[in-house]
């Protein structure tokens, strides 16, 4: 569906089922150049056991307009503005990579919207090398076929899709291309100034549960430590042989431990 924040048409999937009034809502927030897309197997499990779902486009991203947003902070105010105008108060927030740093400072800033906060491939900091961030700058292709390469395990590469006739390393790289201009600079440059987040985690009120992925190069799980030991209400489901794109590689098993915080 269709909705209006800051006056820029925005796009929410809803997992293919209405929102109803007094539901829950579960929100979902895609990672660097990415958009809905990514959360459809995830956003139409959980609309079929009653939750509403809101899947966003960030802005610039997938179908939704506006100014693509340079800091994880006013992504997550953004974040805030879409619940608003949808008319959800309350919501389980869910994201991965980029999209878990969102998900994560609407839970410390915004901690009477949260009932729940998962965080899917996730490490604060979340510092990217040189390389690509200079290449992103460029918008070189190359670019972007690091972040695939990267994200995804040995395994992987290989193949072995748990859905059928899918192939991982091509669905993600043409999402990737789908991107605008600037669009995967913005999105890495603004991991990468996130840098505040171990001390915000203390903020965190809600049950927060850590899916990641143990052959994770682009976010290593030793970065995430830290962070999992500073929430109190914390727990964390390890993916073996699993890289960074878990939603495209263990679809199966994240959704088997989401479905422990609905």
């Not at 600037?182 to 049950?207: F, M, T, W």
């Not at 999992?228 to 098993?253: D, F, K, Y």
């Amino acid at each position: 569906m269709y909705i209006d924040v800051d006056n820029h048409k925005t796009y929410i999937a809803t997992g293919s089922k209405e929102h109803i009034d007094g539901n829950m809502g579960m929100t979902f927030i895609h990672g660097t150049a990415m958009d809905h897309t990514v959360w459809t197997l995830a956003g139409r499990h959980f609309a079929r056991r009653g939750l509403n779902i809101l899947a966003v486009d960030l802005p610039g991203h997938g179908r939704s307009e506006g100014d693509v947003i340079p800091s994880i902070e006013g992504m997550a105010d953004w974040v805030v503005k879409a619940l608003d105008a949808s008319g959800q108060d309350k919501t389980i927030i869910v994201g991965h990579s980029m999209g878990s740093l969102v998900a994560f400072d609407v839970a410390a800033r915004y901690p009477d919207r949260i009932k729940h906060l998962a965080m899917v491939g996730t490490s604060i900091p979340m510092p990217v090398g040189d390389l690509l961030l200079d290449s992103a700058k460029e918008d070189k292709d190359v670019a972007k076929e690091m972040v695939n390469f990267w994200s995804h395990s040995q395994a992987a590469h290989l193949g072995g899709s748990q859905v059928p006739g899918t192939w991982m390393i091509g669905k993600l790289g043409r999402l990737l291309e789908r991107s605008g201009p600037g669009v995967i600079y913005n999105d890495l440059k603004a991991c990468h100034d996130y840098v505040d987040g171990v001390e915000r985690s203390k903020q965190i009120q809600a049950p927060t549960l850590f899916i990641l992925g143990e052959d994770d190069f682009m976010t290593p799980v030793r970065n995430a430590k830290e962070l999992v030991e500073n929430i109190p209400q914390s727990s964390t489901v390890m993916l073996p042989n699993c890289g960074h794109a878990i939603v495209n590689e263990a679809p199966n098993e994240m959704l088997d431990a989401l479905a422990t915080i609905v």
